[in-house]
């Protein structure tokens, strides 16, 4: 499994707007591409020097070739959605991260 995370610092300016768009439409249409299985969205408790208030969102899917298809099918689309919406309000870096193990008490 693997575990695409995006990393967002959002201006505070349109921060409550971007959160209710993050929460009831683009994490809904991530997950709606039916390329991950589930989402799971934390605020980084660090503060950054450029201000703003920065959150990681992990979207978990089963293997690399579903995460390129992704790419290829659906990024740049759900991407600019966002920078339509909140232009020059917010930057993002992704990572892409593989699970050795997962422990469950």
Do not use: C
Not at 4 to 10: D, P, R
Not at 54 to 66: E, F, G, H
Not at 67 to 80: F, N
């Amino acid at each position: 499994m693997l575990i695409y995370n995006v990393t967002i610092n959002i201006d505070e300016s349109v921060h409550d707007e971007w959160l209710t768009w993050m929460r009831d439409k683009h994490v809904p249409d991530m997950l709606g591409t039916g390329k991950f299985s589930h989402a799971k969205m934390a605020k980084v408790l660090v503060e950054e020097e450029m201000g703003g208030v920065t959150y990681s969102v992990q979207y978990t899917t089963k293997d690399r070739k579903t995460l390129e298809a992704y790419y290829k099918e659906d990024a740049e689309r759900l991407r600019s959605d966002g920078q339509k919406l909140f232009p020059n309000k917010f930057v993002a870096f992704r990572t892409e991260l593989e699970i050795i193990s997962q422990q469950i008490p």
